[in-house]
């Protein structure tokens, strides 16, 4: 699976768009990009995914340039309740038997 | 209406004893997971079990050993527990036949403190 980068933090006010990066320049053509995010102490939640068209769900905004190289994040109005850390993981829905590599992520922090 | 649970949420015990972790998924999904989180926060893949058949053995020491009597249930046995053990264990379940069940549902986890 193919390698993602993330800044460790970011941070957003209430009320305003958080866009979280993701590079993996070494994806390959089966491979998808994931969102999870975890808030503090609880398990990890589904977000988004796609492959390569932009998708939009109740949660969030996903932005996949036509490079594939990386992608965005969109949390069109984020809430203090989205603080949590937010994991973009690429993986080849064929081989991977559902095993998620979470890596670091990014911990976004949305202040009043 | 619980999703993916787990119990206890909290245990704390002994080096060398031996504990159990129970899992439930009411999502109806074929394929459930353990995951531990360590004191870094780093979240591995542990055990996959796919309709009580284990797929995924992330090379686990044997003193855990997971054990799935129905598609509902994946339950985690720790022996001879160490200090190395203390984490956060989180269940999930998904359902494979959708997009390789990789969207998972997770409990809320299981703070294991061996002393």
């Known amino acids: 699976d193919a390698k993602t980068t993330q800044p460790p933090s970011m941070d957003c006010a209430e009320g305003r768009a958080a866009n979280l990066p993701c590079n993996h320049s070494?994806?390959?053509?089966?491979?998808?990009v994931y969102w999870y995010r975890q808030i503090h102490s609880q398990g990890p939640q589904y977000i988004i995914h796609?492959?390569?068209n932009n998708e939009t769900n109740e949660m969030a905004s996903l932005i996949i340039t036509e490079d594939r190289k990386s992608s965005t994040l969109i949390l069109p109005h984020a809430t203090l309740r989205d603080t949590a850390v937010y994991y973009c993981?690429?993986?080849?829905?064929?081989?991977?038997?559902?095993?998620?590599?979470f890596g670091r992520g990014t911990q976004l922090t949305v202040w009043p | 209406d619980t999703a993916v649970s787990q119990t206890p949420k909290y245990l704390v015990t002994q080096m060398g004893n031996d504990k159990s972790i129970k899992c439930e998924q009411n999502?109806?999904?074929?394929?459930m997971y353990w995951y531990k989180q360590d004191s870094k926060k780093f979240l591995k893949i542990m055990f996959s079990?796919?309709?009580?058949?284990?797929?995924i053995n992330e090379t686990v020491p044997n003193r855990f050993s997971p054990k799935s009597p129905d598609k509902a249930h994946l339950n985690l046995h720790i022996n001879s527990l160490e200090l190395g053990d203390s984490a956060v264990y989180f269940c999930?379940?998904?359902?494979?036949?959708?997009?390789?069940?990789?969207?998972?549902?997770f409990g809320p986890g299981t703070r294991l403190t061996v002393l």
């Open positions: 999930a379940s998904s359902q494979r036949g959708t997009s390789g069940g990789n969207e998972q549902f």
């Open positions: 070494t994806i390959s053509g089966n491979e998808y």
């Open positions: 796609g492959l390569k």
């Open positions: 993981i690429a993986l080849d829905r064929g081989s991977t038997l559902g095993r998620l590599y």
């Open positions: 999502l109806g999904h074929d394929t």
């Open positions: 079990y796919n309709n009580k058949e284990l797929i």
